[in-house]
């Protein structure tokens, strides 16, 4: 739909290869600078919020879970911590550290998997089956600990349904210091290739006000130098006995954006070698008694692509009245559009893709 005139404002489609879902981008022109992007979001709108009017608090967790395949657990996780905000659940330190573990893992599946589509993107498709070969490792622990590859259905309130043996604790330890050779061996072909710099370097630039005044969260943020992390917070469950900082940058192009995400790699990684060796003794889910009382909750977890938010509405009775989730790519959008005006057109994919857009989690 591009003409061949010197000033064309026409509507562009343009595919996010790479994206989890449809965004319609439409990109006014002039000859190969984007003068305004537009994007459209709802062609998979599910009504999964609805939803919670229909299945009761306990059930609710497995359609909360399927928000996102990618951060099924982080969904899972932050409805569950709504719910025993609002019915004052304390869930023992075991299953707060076996939570941690698994977010974090899901975190390296999340990155891994975003790390595969961006070389491929980018014409390396050998590291591509490369990154996700490895990411194989990961979904083989997943399996091993819950049952499930990609939807795992351990999260409950409570707790979490499944314990780990010390067999499988030290297959994860071993499972690990082979993930951080292979990912560090991955990264230095990334990082330092000509190709990439030329493609990356400089292109997408948010600056550290910008980040700010949009509220951005998530590597997003990091890379425009601001040290956002929910992780951080003194009251977010076994994080605050792992001691680590954000891994922040201060470019706020798109190459920032990807040293951001290739060093939570490797800190997922101690992250999770941190829970195993500090996992405590004790029960792995506390008794659940009654109803969730008339009142409100909201809650926050730092998934794989940033900050989201959890509120929950109860009414006295089995089923919540209201549900309501805000994700990391709500929020990022609004700063992919400032980024996307003044670019080449041909930098539009590569500057989708360095935000790491879940189209799916925006349609609830």
């Not at 595919?15 to 709802?42: C, N, Q, W, Y």
């Not at 609805?50 to 399927?66: P, S």
């Not at 975190?107 to 014409?123: C, E, T």
């Not at 314990?163 to 210091?177: A, G, N, Y």
Request: with cysteine.
């Amino acid at each position: 739909m591009i003409s061949n005139g010197r000033n064309n404002h026409s509507p562009l489609w343009t595919p996010a290869s790479g994206t989890a879902g449809t965004i319609h981008l439409d990109l006014e022109l002039k000859d190969e600078k984007v003068v305004r992007a537009v994007p459209s979001i709802g062609y998979v709108h599910r009504g999964l919020e609805k939803l919670v009017e229909k299945r009761d608090f306990k059930q609710f967790i497995y359609v909360a879970e399927r928000v996102c395949g990618i951060c099924s657990f982080g969904h899972g996780w932050g409805y569950a911590k709504a719910v025993e905000g609002l019915m004052n659940i304390e869930i023992p330190e075991r299953a707060s550290c076996l939570r941690t573990l698994w977010h974090e893992l899901s975190r390296l599946h999340s990155h891994l998997l975003w790390f595969g589509l961006a070389a491929d993107a980018m014409g390396f498709e050998s590291l591509f089956m490369h990154a996700w070969r490895i990411r194989e490792m990961v979904l083989d622990i997943f399996e091993e600990t819950t049952g499930g590859r990609v939807i795992f259905s351990v999260c409950k309130i409570g707790g979490v349904r499944r314990d780990i043996t010390d067999s499988q604790r030290k297959m994860i330890l071993e499972k690990m210091k082979e993930l951080k050779k292979e990912i560090s061996q991955m990264a230095m072909v990334f990082l330092y290739d000509n190709t990439i710099q030329s493609r990356l370097e400089g292109v997408g630039v948010l600056s550290m006000n910008d980040a700010m005044d949009m509220g951005c969260v998530g590597p997003m943020a990091r890379a425009s130098g601001l040290p956002v992390d929910y992780r951080m917070a003194e009251d977010e469950g076994f994080y605050k006995k792992l001691h680590f900082h954000p891994v922040t940058e201060t470019a706020g192009d798109c190459l920032a954006r990807v040293k951001v995400r290739l060093g939570e790699l490797t800190q997922s990684i101690d992250l999770i070698c941190g829970c195993l060796e500090l996992l405590p003794e004790g029960a792995i889910e506390a008794p659940v008694r009654g109803l969730p009382p008339a009142g409100e909750y909201f809650t926050r977890v730092e998934q794989p692509r940033g900050e989201a938010l959890y509120y929950v509405k109860g009414n006295g009775t089995k089923n919540l009245e209201r549900f309501r989730l805000r994700t990391p790519t709500n929020v990022n959008l609004a700063a992919l559009v400032k980024m996307l005006k003044g670019c080449e057109l041909a930098d539009v994919p590569n500057i989708i893709l360095t935000i790491d857009p879940c189209i799916s989690c925006c349609e609830r």
